[in-house]
């Protein structure tokens, strides 16, 4: 059984920076990608940003240039910086391994204006 384990957020002043920590029950390299999601109450949970096995990262264009995803072997770091108040949400730390989705219980992160 895979274990996600989310931790870093907090409340934060608009235009601070925050980094998020996923560790992982097992080694990243097992994985197919490393996601993290947000989520608004009301609102459809979203992809911030992805890295693959092969160490590509993706990004939501409202987060490229302020977010910044990394791994180690058995954890994933989102740095954020510059935060808004809209990207105050319940930040969700996900691996992908052949066609399973594994989550954790996320962490929530609030930016204040």
């Known amino acids: 059984q895979v274990r996600l384990v989310e931790s870093g957020g907090g409340l934060v002043q608009a235009g601070g920076s925050l980094t998020l920590s996923c560790a992982a029950s097992?080694?990243?390299?097992?994985?197919?990608?490393l996601v993290w999601d947000r989520q608004v109450p009301g609102k459809q949970r979203e992809s911030v940003a992805t890295?693959?096995?092969?160490?590509t990262a993706y990004y939501a264009a409202s987060m490229k240039g302020r977010f910044t995803i990394s791994r180690d072997n058995t954890n994933v770091y989102l740095q954020m910086t510059d935060l808004r108040p809209e990207d105050t949400a319940l930040y969700y730390c996900?691996?992908?391994?052949?066609?399973?989705?594994?989550w954790g219980q996320g962490t929530q992160v609030t930016v204040s204006s």
């Open positions: 097992e080694n990243i390299s097992r994985f197919d990608a």
């Open positions: 890295i693959t096995a092969g160490g």
């Open positions: 996900r691996a992908t391994k052949l066609g399973h989705d594994y």
